[in-house]
């Protein structure tokens, strides 16, 4: 797998979507994928970010649009339209946060409630293993055998396993994935837009870190 040659030029367009709970490291994630980059004071996300990468898999250049949702429960229902047409769903947790595991599965109900694609591929991440844990490697990979998902351990923080989580997931999504059609940046920025409008009303509680 290898970056493509000439951006904006690809074959198919995968949707993938980034969820859990607020401060596990999504957005740390998604920018360390996007530009290798990784910011010590990155901010939870307001509302919904969105990042493209484009890659080449088995000669197939592909574009990922990449969508980062707020973990807050104000934001559950603007978010909620960003599930749809989702070919790819990264379930992140912090292995330094027992709560953040507990609820995957609950956050995983919500992807398949909001319509992700029929067969879309989902992954269980499993950050911050540069930290001290409280869950376990075996705690994580048995919930990922229960929900029927993949399995990653990720540190955004050092970069271990980052690239690897994302490609293994567009690999799957490639091999049994479906492709579709849908609009992307436009709708990024008109919810954005709603989501800077939201956190005027809401700045006193938007000061966690996402690392």
């Not at 307001?46 to 592909?62: A, E, K």
């Not at 429960?73 to 953040?100: H, K, M, N, P, W």
Request: charge should be neutral.
């Amino acid at each position: 797998m290898a970056a493509a040659g000439a951006a904006g030029v690809y074959d198919h367009l995968l949707k993938l979507l980034l969820i859990g709970d607020s401060g596990v490291g999504k957005s740390s994630l998604l920018l360390r994928f996007a530009e290798d980059k990784y910011d010590e004071q990155q901010l939870s996300t307001i509302g919904v970010d969105f990042r493209v990468r484009f890659l080449v898999v088995d000669g197939v250049r592909l574009k990922l649009a990449i969508w980062d949702t707020a973990g807050q429960e104000r934001f559950r229902t603007l978010t909620s339209s960003y599930y749809r047409g989702a070919q790819g769903i990264i379930l992140v947790y912090d292995v330094g946060c027992r709560e953040t595991f507990e609820n995957c599965s609950h956050w995983l109900q919500e992807a398949e409630r909001h319509g992700t694609v029929p067969g879309s591929i989902k992954m269980i991440v499993a950050n911050k293993v540069d930290t001290t844990r409280v869950v376990s490697t075996e705690e994580g990979r048995q919930l990922a055998a229960q929900l029927g998902t993949l399995f990653v351990e990720t540190s955004a923080k050092t970069s271990a396993n980052v690239q690897k989580a994302f490609e293994e997931l567009v690999t799957q999504v490639c091999t049994y994935g479906v492709f579709v059609c849908f609009s992307d940046s436009r709708d990024a920025l008109a919810a954005n837009k709603h989501a800077a409008n939201q956190q005027q009303h809401h700045c006193s509680d938007c000061g966690g870190r996402d690392r």
